[in-house]
């Protein structure tokens, strides 16, 4: 996308804290974003991944720790970075979050409009380019509601994408989908990979972020204890946590586990 | 047919007075929505003093009769800061100042019924939280308001009947003048009955066709 050719990192999360309810949910972690970079974060349940994802758009935020886009640190407690930040940061829910009195198009189109500034007519133009993007030209006057949940997550990365993002956070985006609907989601996002979107996903599909990440963050109470590239992480008899837990989600799922190459 | 020819030779006056109440309920529920809303908003989303300031009016309004909160206002506060805006004016002000504070709590309702997941998207999306409120929030929140303010509707237009006291030539004010003159209480008082009766009925209908309009495609029956 718009991203920097030199090798400045577009987007860094560094040591970030975060406090709920007294507890430390997030505990220093860090992650660095370069042009094409895709890093899947996994963990166990509770292990602070959401709570991560939103500190990094600081939907929450965090306690410690700083924001930096490019050169430019950013000062999310001033209300205009934080917005920008935010423009800047994409991002997909596993319940999509479609406004739900809006059609597809004027999904995509509200934040064109009130953040943009576009006129009404501009703005459904570019929510009809991103709509047929994600393969749902056709649905585009349809309400949420009468939306599958593929498509509800298919108009969600299209509303994301239509703002621009340099970068695009995902939260388990295909774990509210129903199995046969996991794959046209999986399919725009490794299309999206593919262009060089830089990404941060948290997804148990481990087969996609084998095929797709750059690197593998491995989150447990609150740390990232392992980082690093699937080749690395996966590997048979690679003996990290991340392996293990790979396999215990194998079994527990009853899948087969992928195997090299 | 004296008691008929009573009738028909009131009729015109009070019918007069039937648009009295009709300019009286939609002018108190109009400043109860635009105070309503505002007042629900903050009461979600504002930060604590300016909620708890809600929560203090709501209270107030909402614990005095309203026939001693038109006595209050009309004889006693808008004296003292010399406010004269006449019975109508003054009545159309108390029931909708009344009105706001039911109203607040109808749409506050309706606020908390929505997900958070509805403010966290506008947020990621860069918009700004008034933004939010404004474009998603409250489209959604009124539509599921409509039954609840459809009541309040109906009870506003008959606390309407309660600004008889002070002068306001509105349905009841005007009922009352006749039936005392002419002593033909029963048809009369039936008369003016029906009368609400009606306006009731017509205000309900037209609630609930908005409501039909303004239904999310896709959802079922019961609005979400
Ligand atoms: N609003 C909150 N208040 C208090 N604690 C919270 C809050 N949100 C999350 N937590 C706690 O923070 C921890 C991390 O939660 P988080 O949702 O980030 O985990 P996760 O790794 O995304 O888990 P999952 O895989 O189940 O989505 C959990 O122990 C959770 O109970
Ligand atoms: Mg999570």
């Avoid at chain 1, 996994?42 to 939103?54: D, V, Y």
């Avoid at chain 2, 009709?22 to 635009?34: R, Y």
Wanted: glycine share 8%; hydrophobic share 45%.
């Amino acid at each position: 996308m718009n991203a920097p050719q030199n090798d400045t990192p577009i987007l860094r999360a560094e040591h970030f804290s975060k406090y709920l309810t007294g507890r430390k949910i997030l505990d220093d972690c860090s992650i660095s974003m370069r042009p094409g970079d895709v890093k899947v974060l996994i963990g166990p349940s509770g292990a602070g991944k959401s709570t991560f994802l939103q500190c990094i758009n600081c939907l929450l935020e965090p306690d410690e720790g700083e924001i930096w886009l490019g050169e430019r640190r950013v000062d999310f407690k001033n209300t205009r970075e934080l917005y920008d930040l935010r423009q800047h940061v994409g991002m997909i829910f596993q319940d999509f979050k479609l406004f739900d009195h809006l059609s597809a198009e004027n999904n995509v189109a509200l934040a064109l409009r009130k953040v943009r500034g576009l006129s009404k007519a501009e703005a459904l133009k570019r929510a009809h380019e991103e709509l047929a993007r994600v393969g749902l030209e056709d649905k585009a006057k349809l309400y949420p509601a009468q939306l599958s949940g593929g498509q509800k997550q298919r108009v969600a990365i299209a509303r994301a994408l239509a703002m621009d993002p340099t970068i695009l956070l995902l939260d388990e985006p295909t774990s509210a989908l129903d199995p046969e609907l996991v794959g046209e989601v999986l399919t725009v996002i490794r299309d999206l990979a593919a262009r060089g979107m830089p990404m941060i996903m948290v997804t148990h599909q481990m087969e996609f972020a084998r095929a797709v990440a750059t690197e593998i963050l491995f989150m447990e109470a609150g740390h990232v204890i392992e980082q690093g590239s699937p080749e690395e992480l996966l590997a048979p008899g690679a003996q990290t946590r991340t392996q293990d837990f790979c396999t215990r989600l194998y079994e527990l799922c009853g899948e087969t586990p992928v195997e090299e190459g | 047919m004296h008691i008929l020819s009573t009738i028909i030779e009131a009729l015109p006056y009070i019918l007069e007075g039937t648009l009295v109440t009709i300019v009286l309920v939609a002018g108190a529920l109009s400043l109860g929505f635009c105070l309503g809303v505002p007042m629900a908003v903050a009461q979600v989303y504002a930060p604590r003093p300016a909620a708890m300031l809600v929560g203090f009016y709501v209270w107030f309004f909402r614990g005095v009769p309203v026939l001693l909160l038109l006595f209050l206002f009309y004889y006693g506060l808008f004296g003292l800061i010399g406010l004269d805006v006449g019975t109508i004016g003054a009545s159309c002000i108390v029931l909708g100042m009344t009105s706001a504070a039911y109203q607040s709590q109808i749409f506050r309702g309706s606020i908390l019924s929505l997900s958070a997941g509805q403010l966290k998207a506008g947020k990621a999306l860069g918009m700004t939280n008034g933004q939010t409120i404004i474009h998603v929030i409250l489209p959604q929140a009124l539509r599921l308001s409509i039954p609840g303010w459809s009541n309040e509707y109906s009870i506003l237009l008959k606390d309407s009947a309660m600004c008889f006291a002070l002068g306001t030539p509105e349905i009841m004010a005007r009922t009352h003048f006749v039936a005392s003159r002419t002593y033909e209480h029963l048809p009369l008082y039936i008369t003016a009955g029906l009368i609400y009766f009606a306006i009731t009925m017509a205000g309900v209908t037209m609630l609930r066709r908005l409501e039909q309009k303004a239904r999310i495609p896709g959802y079922n029956s019961a609005g979400m």
